[in-house]
Nanobody
Framework: QVQLVESGGGLVEAGGSLRLSCAASGSIFNFNVMGWYRQAPGKQRELVATITRGGTTNYEDSVKGRFTISRDNAKNTVYLQMNNLKPEDTGVYYC?????????????WGQGTQVTVSS
C-alpha cells in the first residue's frame, strides 16, 4: 500500500506564490510518475503537472511558465512551486503517484489540499 501526504495549500492573493509538497511512503517501486491534479468547484479533476523519476515533466497549458514541478527521489517527495497565481487556479490540489508494474497501472491519491486565490 502507498500513502501520500500533502501540505502547503492556503489562501493567497492573485500574483502570489505557494509551494505544495507531497510525501509518499509504503511500497514504492522505481518505475513511477508523480504529479499534481486539481479540481475546481463544479468541474472535473484535471492534470496540472507530472514528473517521472528521471525528471521528465509535463504541464497543463495554462500553468506553463508559472508552475514548476520537481521531485526528490531519495525522499519520495514531489513539489509544486506555483508563481503568479490567478483566481482560476483555485481548487483542491491532489497529489498522485502512478506505478506501472509489468502490465498493470496503479494510481494512488493524496487527501487533497485547498488552494484559494483571491482577486
Amino acid at each position: 500500500q502507498v500513502q501520500l501526504v500533502e501540505s502547503g495549500g492556503g489562501l493567497v492573493e492573485a500574483g502570489g506564490s505557494l509551494r505544495l509538497s507531497c510525501a509518499a511512503s509504503g511500497s514504492i517501486f522505481n518505475f513511477n510518475v508523480m504529479g499534481w491534479y486539481r479540481q475546481a468547484p463544479g468541474k472535473q479533476r484535471e492534470l496540472v503537472a507530472t514528473i517521472t523519476r528521471g525528471g521528465t515533466t509535463n504541464y497543463e497549458d495554462s500553468v506553463k511558465g508559472r508552475f514548476t514541478i520537481s521531485r526528490d527521489n531519495a525522499k519520495n517527495t514531489v513539489y509544486l512551486q506555483m508563481n503568479n497565481l490567478k483566481p482560476e487556479d483555485t481548487g483542491v490540489y491532489y497529489c498522485n503517484l502512478r506505478q506501472i508494474i509489468i502490465t498493470s497501472t496503479y494510481d494512488y491519491w493524496g487527501q487533497g489540499t485547498q488552494v484559494t486565490v483571491s482577486s
